[in-house]
């Protein structure tokens, strides 16, 4: 008997040391600070959100403007963000490269909504105000791009006003105060059920694909601080996997309801705008090359047309996570 319990306890510590010598060591739960934005990016996490699994510990904030986190994610209060992709380019110049971008998380998903019938394209336009959210974001450099492109130029021929997030974008235009806006989903189907005055001008994703510029509308990414990225590897591993279940989970028509309730739950958005607005998001989950190649072509057109849209330089390869 004393044989048998000896050659248990040595195959005990040789099963030990083959896994400590076969790899790294297993890395502890952590918790991980992470930033969303009300919107598309908040959505896709939906599941992570409502029904974490694994060893980590999630600690969200969500944020009505990228204006809210961003001196956070510059002090480093933040391990993960969900930001526009400009923003995250502008922030990789800010930190001198301190942040990284480990997946885009939503593609277009701007739209023009007006009360009334009189803009169908960018060029009409001309003369109007238009109200636009998130100045310094996306959406600015965005419409700019496109109005220049139409041979609009938007100082002059058209006046522009900003609000500081989309739901003050979307109340001006569910109370009759503004008639013309840039809005994204899921604001856009939650306004077109307020106020049946409203109709979708155009796409603005459809106008920026006409232009043929060989880049993707790519409107939001999965930012990560390079340090948390270098000390955390397995945590961050752990959570992009977690990220891209729950975007295929809300993007699923079977799992759409439990995702839209989840919505309501956090105060994103009421579950039966969610459920139609859903499928309308974009929402995505693309890393690695694929990342790479899109984000690389995006940012290159936003700096071409303006260097501030991206922090006034486009960033080099270190500003992509494993996109090797």
Known sequence: MKKFWAMILVLAVALGCLAACSGQPAEESTTIRIAALKGPTALGLLEVM?????????????????????GQIVQGAFDIATVPTNLAATLYNKTEGKVQIAALNTL?????VETGDTVHSVADLKG???????????????????????????????????????????????????????????????LLGQNDQVRVAFSVTDEWDKLDNGSTLSMGCV??????????????????EAYEDSVAFVND?????????????FD???????????????????DGKEMKDETEGFL???????????????????FYYHAD
């Open 268 to 286: 994103i958005i009421p579950a039966a705008v969610a459920q139609k607005a859903i499928p309308q998001c974009n929402i995505v989950f693309i």
């Open 128 to 190: 109007k105000t238009l109200y636009n959210l998130g100045k310094g974001s996306t959406p600015e450099f965005a419409i700019n791009y496109l109005l220049r492109e139409n041979g609009l130029d938007p100082e002059k021929d058209l006046t522009i006003e900003y609000a500081s997030e989309a739901g003050e974008v979307a109340s001006l235009m569910a109370g009759g105060q503004a008639q013309l806006a840039l809005l994204p989903q899921p604001f856009v189907t939650s």
């Open 108 to 112: 277009g998903v701007l739209y023009c």
């Open 253 to 265: 028509e079977k799992t759409l309801p439990q995702a839209a309730e989840y919505s309501e739950e």
């Open 300 to 318: 290159q057109v936003l700096y071409d047309a303006d260097p501030a849209a991206v922090g006034g330089a486009v960033p080099g390869d270190d």
């Open 223 to 240: 930012l990560v601080q390079k340090a948390f990225a270098e000390a955390h590897p397995q945590a961050l591993e752990r959570f992009l």
């Open 50 to 70: 409502g029904d974490p699994q694994g060893p980590d510990t999630y600690d969200f904030t969500l944020a009505g403007s990228p204006d809210e986190v961003v």
